[in-house]
Every structure is written in structure tokens, then in C-alpha cells.
């Protein structure tokens, strides 16, 4: 098979020389995992039936690629550790054993709130609560302020864009951007989840509603969700052609003390069935995201593990 050697300048936790190796995009990882009914959705202007990149049965196979410039983040509420193994979530279990799994990553707090904030601004800036943006008006550095209107947030079951008021099955506090006062666009790039995905931009954050969560509904129902919602992101132009990362991971876990909560990351550089057992927190994601990004290390991320290496980024 042909290749071409591609050079990217990178972060400082990044920086390297990697061949960009093409191979066919294949729908397999559907018929492994039941998910013929998702395999040929398209993804909208982003998916491409001609692009090539990982094949579909192994989206996590270890290969060697240049930078990647999109990440996705879902985000999901309150199980935590205790979905591993469990056989009401057949499809996350079947993701992390087809990708990588953090097995020691710990959220920041409880309730839901801090983490959302710790998650993206490098801390919780002293909120213990779920209260609404009204009263918890942020003026901070944050991922969203950083990429300057690259980014996109999904919030499903939102009225309106930016909406910070919580009704129906939409929670303002699992959409963090809401409450950040010194973000632009938030009302152009913070919208309610539909499809076409439109995964264009350097940063992608998806907050399902809080029954697909898994907040308020049966694990089975959120793991039904993904297995309807990852086939889309992996059949996008950016999957195929191995410049996008998706990390899964939750808010908190079950109010134990631990707050264990797993993480799975996929991304066609990541070995199938890879384990992680590095201490990791929320800031690690923030860190990791913020390294392939380009962007400065804010608050808690600046001090956190990196996930890159670990996980083959």
C-alpha cells in the first residue's frame, strides 16, 4: 500500500513526525456490533463515501497518523465505573474493548455542575451546586473562549440555542458553555443535537438529554443512544481520513467516594483493547484535548497527566 510521509507541528506534548498511512473504509464495525441500521447514515457535508481511513469493523487499530485537528467529547451522567461489564450496556462495553479504556480516571466533584466547569475551564471556580448560569456567572478562561468560535456544542432536547434556562429533558448544567459570560457565537455554535452532524470544527462537545445520559433513564437507554450516535461521528470525513479523536466519558459516578468514572477513547492511532491504568482526572481530558488543539494549558490541566502517549495519540 502507497503512503506519503507528512510532517505536523505540533504542541509540546505532541510534537513528532508520523507517517500518514491511506486504507479502505470498510462498514464492518456495524455488522460486529449490530449496527447495520447506522452504517451509511451520512454525517452531512462532513462525510465523504470516498474518503479513506480506519476500517469501520476496527476504528482503534494502532495506526501510525499525522495531527489530529478535531476532537469530540460526549459527555454522560452519574454511572460511572459500574457500566463496565454490565449487560445493560452491550455497545459502550463493545467500544471499549474495540478502543482504549481508562480504568483509574476519577471526576473532579459532585454534583454534575463543578465537573462540566472543571471539565472545560481547568476547575470548578468554587461551585458545589446545580444551579442555573444565572447564578454562576463566569467570566473565566475556558475551552470555548480559547478556540475563538471553533467549536460546537451539541445539547439535545435544547429550545433554543445557548438556552440557559433548564426545561423539559434538557439540563443547562450539563451544557457548560451557558455559563461562561466572555464566549462569542454561543448562539450561532451552541445548538440543539440533530443530524447531520456537523463535526467541522477544532472542538465538538455533545451533552445527550438527561434521559440518553443516563441520568434519569436506564443505562440501556443511553447505550442505545450511542450505538445510534458513534456510527455517525465514525462514518465522518474527519474519522475517515484520521483527524479526529472522540473521547467518552462521564460526569461523575454514583455519588461514591471514589468517582471513578470510565473513559474510552477512539481514535484510529489507538490500539484495539488497550487498558490504561494511569491515575487520570477530568483535567487530563481538558490537558490531552488542549495539547492536540494547540491551545495553553488552563488551571488543573496544566499540572495533570497527559493521556497522549498512554493512548497512542
Known amino acids: 500500500m502507497p503512503f506519503t510521509r507528512r510532517r505536523a507541528t505540533r504542541h509540546p506534548d505532541v510534537a513528532r513526525t508520523t507517517l500518514f498511512r491511506h486504507s479502505p473504509w470498510v462498514a464492518a464495525l456495524i455488522a460486529a456490533l449490530g449496527l447495520s441500521s447506522f452504517a451509511s447514515t451520512p454525517v452531512g457535508a462532513t462525510a465523504s463515501p470516498h474518503a479513506t481511513g480506519s476500517s469501520a469493523s476496527a476504528p482503534c487499530t494502532g495506526a501510525k497518523v499525522g495531527a489530529y485537528s478535531h476532537v469530540v467529547w460526549i459527555v454522560l451522567e452519574n454511572v460511572g465505573y459500574s457500566v463496565v461489564g454490565s449487560p445493560s450496556a452491550p455497545y459502550v462495553n463493545a467500544l471499549a474493548s474495540t478502543c482504549a479504556l481508562a480504568t483509574n480516571d476519577v471526576a473532579i466533584s459532585h454534583p454534575s455542575l463543578p465537573n462540566y466547569i472543571a471539565l472545560t475551564s481547568g476547575s470548578t471556580q468554587g461551585i458545589v451546586d446545580d444551579n ?182
Open 132 to 313: 442555573e448560569p444565572s447564578s454562576h456567572p463566569l467570566n473565566v478562561a475556558n475551552i470555548f473562549s480559547e478556540l475563538k468560535g471553533n467549536w460546537r456544542a451539541y445539547a439535545e432536547s435544547m429550545p433554543s440555542p445557548c438556552d440557559k434556562v433548564t426545561s423539559g429533558q434538557y439540563a443547562a448544567r450539563h451544557n457548560p458553555v451557558v455559563y461562561y459570560t466572555n464566549v462569542a457565537n454561543c448562539a450561532r455554535n451552541d445548538v440543539s443535537l440533530s443530524t447531520p452532524l456537523n463535526l467541522s470544527a477544532a472542538f465538538t462537545m455533545i451533552s445527550p438529554n438527561v434521559c440518553n445520559d443516563m441520568h434519569s433513564c436506564p443505562v440501556a437507554i443511553g447505550d442505545a443512544w450511542l450505538k445510534k450516535f458513534v456510527p455517525l461521528i465514525l462514518a465522518s470525513r474527519q474519522y475517515q481520513t484520521r483527524s479526529l479523536a472522540l473521547f467518552l466519558t462521564f460526569d461523575e459516578n454514583d455519588q461514591s467516594s471514589s468517582n471513578r468514572v470510565p473513559t474510552i477513547v477512539i481514535a484510529p492511532s489507538v490500539p484495539r483493547g488497550l487498558r490504561v491504568g494511569q491515575a487520570l482526572t477530568h483535567y487530563s481530558l481538558l490537558r490531552t484535548t488542549e495539547a492536540l488543539l494547540h491551545l495553553p494549558f488552563l488551571g488543573g490541566a496544566r499540572s495533570a497527566s497527559s493521556m497522549l502517549t498512554s493512548f497512542h495519540l
